[in-house]
């Protein structure tokens, strides 16, 4: 019985494994307000203008309009922020007319130097922060979901250029380039709902998150020596590929492809540089110590490109990034996998601490802010994870419950607009499946992974911060949205008289609510509500000689809560008496532009004055 609980119950610790090896940003209290302000300037017209600058203090590959990006940066052949809201073809100053194929650019011989129109233009309508999760039930009940579908292969573009997004063209090196699995596209291993690695196509400038699974070969029938020898197989194949520097790139013209190059490799806390013709240490099994020599822990594609500061966007190196380590069990047969973007050598290296998932609306894809609340005196701020929200590790290769995950695993990370379903299986004899039903309330320390998920083992609702904004700022609480149990979720399975255990917290729900907001034609998404809550299963008593299996399950659904309404905003009516000229007494002088009156009341001496001097000269 001990057993069987520690395969059902002993997952207390998932939310602290599953951010073992994320980094968690420190807030400083200086910059934070006692008395913090919900934003606000939703109807005016530069919010949410330059969506695509999402990195501070670094220039971003085809954004126009980032401050960061100067000189010879702003001459990308593509400009990737959202058009500009306006009604008519602006003319263009000498600046502008220097980015090449901006969007702006008509067929028209005409365009207007100044728009004068009162009309500001058609924004949606606040529908404030007064949400409850009820209203989140409401909208998850009448609409259905539009979810991500992360795995689906569109078609590589025939640009010669990158844009953000687009799909990566690889092969596998030889006389020939091979397409290879894929559709000949450049992929990096993602976890499976069984958290089994599959490749997953990268998408140029998106850096993939870290996330762990497991190798396919763990699968097969075989013992921990066999299946270590294959795992060799798998890492080499990792490092086999070459990678095109540009969308239009040919198979047959081998040139126009890159290989892949080790950079560094790590054992322990010692990482070391190595030259492009160093080989990966084999994986390979040693009989004395019964352990898997220099296993991938961890693997990441490191790409390198000349966006900043060139006219094309292309790649210019691809490097990797290989932990190693010797593993004694099949449980650790686990690989952490990610891929970064970056402009030089030199910053395919540490952490980047601005990286926004929007500016200010959520992009879609992009990962969900997530941290902890943390209080100094009056003052509230957020410990924002690095890799954002995460759903822990609770399977196995088979899908089986893990007994205890491992302290250094990362979770599935949640992005914005992607649902997920995380889920696992226990197996419980008939003596067990009885202990489990009679032992389970909302207070008891004796719980599956999947309930001690969102709940200590006390029953206390663990809270999560949601960013309401792809930029939400960890300064401002009001920035972001509470997620939790609620305090009144309770349960407590009851195993009636035909052996059917009612009521069973089975499956973990989160449900993320959202609305646009900002002008109508460029709508910026935020989050406004989340709901945390269990959905029930009646779960029938194995046959006395057999043993059942049981599925626990957690998900996550994105629902879009459609705009109140639309309103026209106009701009005031001009001045009756406009603006005088700074010069117009010259050599007297007037108040300056920021004080000078501009009102019939406050211009009247300066009227006055003028009408004298004029009857003056009329006598």
């Given amino acids: 019985m001990r057993h069987a609980w520690a395969s059902v119950a002993a997952l207390l610790c998932l939310v602290v494994c599953a951010k073992a090896q994320d980094v968690v940003f420190p807030v400083d209290f200086a910059e934070i307000s006692a008395d913090p302000a919900a934003r606000s300037g939703f109807d005016e017209k530069d919010f949410g203008s330059c969506d695509c600058d999402l ?107 990158f844009s953000v997004g687009d799909f990566i063209r690889a092969g596998i090196p030889g006389s020939n380039i091979v397409a290879g699995s894929m559709r000949g596209l450049f992929s990096v291993n993602r976890p499976d709902s069984a958290g089994v690695c599959r490749p997953s196509p990268a998408r140029y400038f998106h850096s993939q998150e870290r996330e762990v699974c497991t190798p396919p070969a763990v699968l097969n029938s075989g013992t921990f020596q066999s299946k270590c020898t294959e795992a060799n197989v798998g890492v080499q194949s990792l490092l086999n590929v070459v990678v095109a520097d540009r969308p239009s790139a040919l198979f047959s013209d081998s040139n126009s492809f890159i290989s892949v190059g080790l950079k560094e490799i790590t054992r322990g806390t010692n990482a070391t540089a190595v030259s492009s013709n160093t080989a990966l240490n084999a994986v390979s099994f040693n009989s004395n110590t ?55 050598d030199a910053s395919a290296a540490g952490i980047d601490k601005n990286r926004l998932s929007g500016r200010p609306g959520y992009q879609v894809g992009k990962l969900l802010r997530s941290g902890t609340r943390s209080t100094s005196g009056n003052k509230e701020g957020v410990l924002r994870n690095e890799m954002g929200f995460t759903i822990p590790v609770i399977a196995n290769a088979q899908g089986q419950c893990l007994n205890s995950p491992s302290a250094t695993e990362l979770g599935r990370g949640v992005v914005f607009g992607g649902d997920i379903v995380v889920g696992c299986t226990m197996s419980l004899t008939a003596a067990q499946f009885d202990s489990f039903c009679s032992g389970l309330t909302s207070s008891t320390t004796k719980k599956p992974a999947i309930i001690s998920f969102m709940e200590t083992a006390a029953g206390v609702p663990i809270e999560h911060m949601i960013g309401e904004w792809g930029d939400s700022n960890s300064t401002n609480i009001k920035d972001w949205v509470a997620a939790k149990l609620d305090a009144h979720t309770s349960y407590s399975p009851t ?100 004080t000078r009156p501009t009102t019939l009341f406050g211009a009247a001496p300066l009227v006055a004055a003028v009408l004298t001097i004029v009857a003056l000269f009329l006598c």
């Fill in 290 to 344: 019964s352990s898997c020599m220099n296993f991938p822990t961890r693997f990441e594609y490191r790409v390198v490109h000349n966006a900043e500061g060139e006219t094309e966007s292309v790649i210019s190196k691809v490097h990797a990034y290989v932990w190693l380590s010797d593993i004694t069990s099949e449980a650790d047969m686990k690989t952490e996998f990610g891929i970064s973007f970056h402009k030089s």
């Fill in 55 to 161: 990195t501070r203090d670094k220039c971003d590959l085809n954004c126009c309009c980032d401050s960061d990006c100067s000189g010879s940066m702003k001459q990308f052949s593509i400009c990737s922020e959202s058009f500009p809201i306006t009604n008519v073809p602006l003319c263009l100053d000498d600046d502008e007319f220097v980015k090449v194929n901006k969007k702006t650019l008509t067929n028209s011989p005409l365009c207007v130097v100044r728009e004068n129109s009162p009309l500001l233009g058609e924004f949606i309508e606040n529908p404030g922060d007064s949400f409850t999760e009820e209203d989140v039930k409401v909208e998850v009940e009448k609409s259905s979901s539009n979810a991500l579908l992360l795995d689906t292969l569109p078609t590589t573009s025939e640009a010669t250029t």
């Fill in 495 to 594: 195993l009636t008289n035909n052996k059917v255990c009612t009521g069973v917290p089975d499956t973990l729900v989160m449900e993320i609510m959202h609305t646009p907001l900002g002008h109508f034609t460029n709508p910026q998404s935020k989050i406004i509500a989340v709901r945390v809550y269990y959905r029930t299963s009646d779960w029938s008593r194995p046959a006395t000689s057999s043993t059942g299996v049981f599925p626990l399950s957690v998900t996550v659904t994105f629902v879009e809560k459609a705009p109140v309404g639309v309103s026209t905003l106009k701009a005031g009516p001009p001045p009756v008496v406009p603006p005088l000229p700074d010069d117009i007494f010259f050599p007297f002088g007037t108040t300056s532009p920021s």
